[in-house]
C-alpha cells in the first residue's frame, strides 16, 4: 500500500492536471480567453493555469524528499501551457511512491508570498499545498467561465454530469 500522503497528492494533482489539460485545449481559436482576469491585481487565466501546473510539483516533491523540478519556461499562450502540464504530469508519474514513507512528519520550509513558513508534511500537503494549487485552478476555470466558454462543474472535476442547458 503506498503511503498516505502519496495517495492524498500524486493522484490528485494527476486527475486534476488533466482537467485542466483538457480546459486550457478548449480554448483552441480563442486566445483571449487565455489573457483574462477576474479583477485588474488578479493573474490572468494563463499564470493561473501555469501556476495550478506548478503546485502540482511545489506539493509533491518536498513531501519525496526531492528537489521541486524546474518548470520549463514556455511562453503563457495555449501550447506553453499545455507544455508546462504536460511537463508536471511527466514529472508526478516519476515519483516513488516509496519516497513518500515519513512525509507526514518530513518539514519543509518554504515561502507563501512574504511569509516564511516551517510544516510538517501533513500540514503542508493540506493546508497550504492543496488548498493554493485548486485555488488556482479555480480561478483559470473561472476566467475561461468569464470570458464565455461554455464549460461547467464536470468540466473542472470530471465527475459531474448535468443534462445540456441544466441551471440552478
Do not use: C, W
Not at 493555469?49 to 514556455?74: C, Q, V
Not at 485552478?137 to 441544466?166: C, T
Amino acid at each position: 500500500m503506498a503511503p498516505v500522503l502519496y495517495t492524498a497528492s500524486v493522484p490528485v494533482f494527476l486527475h486534476y492536471l488533466a482537467q485542466a489539460r483538457t480546459l486550457v485545449e478548449a480554448t483552441r481559436g480563442s486566445p483571449a480567453l487565455l489573457t483574462g482576469k477576474l479583477a485588474p491585481d488578479m493573474f490572468s487565466g494563463a499564470q493561473q493555469f501555469a501556476s495550478a501546473a506548478a503546485f502540482a510539483l511545489r506539493g509533491t516533491y518536498p513531501l519525496a524528499g526531492e528537489p521541486i523540478p524546474d518548470m520549463p519556461t514556455a511562453p503563457m499562450d495555449r501550447g506553453g501551457l499545455l507544455e508546462r502540464i504536460d511537463f508536471a504530469h511527466e514529472q508526478l508519474v516519476r515519483l516513488d511512491p516509496a519516497s513518500f514513507d515519513g512525509a507526514e512528519t518530513r518539514r519543509v520550509r518554504h515561502i507563501a508570498g512574504f511569509a516564511e513558513l516551517d510544516q510538517a508534511g501533513g500540514e503542508y500537503l493540506h493546508l497550504f499545498a492543496l488548498p493554493n494549487f485548486f485555488f488556482h485552478l479555480s480561478m483559470a476555470f473561472a476566467v475561461l467561465r468569464e470570458g464565455g466558454l461554455a464549460i461547467g462543474k464536470g468540466d473542472f472535476d470530471g465527475l459531474h454530469d448535468y443534462p445540456q442547458g441544466f441551471s440552478f
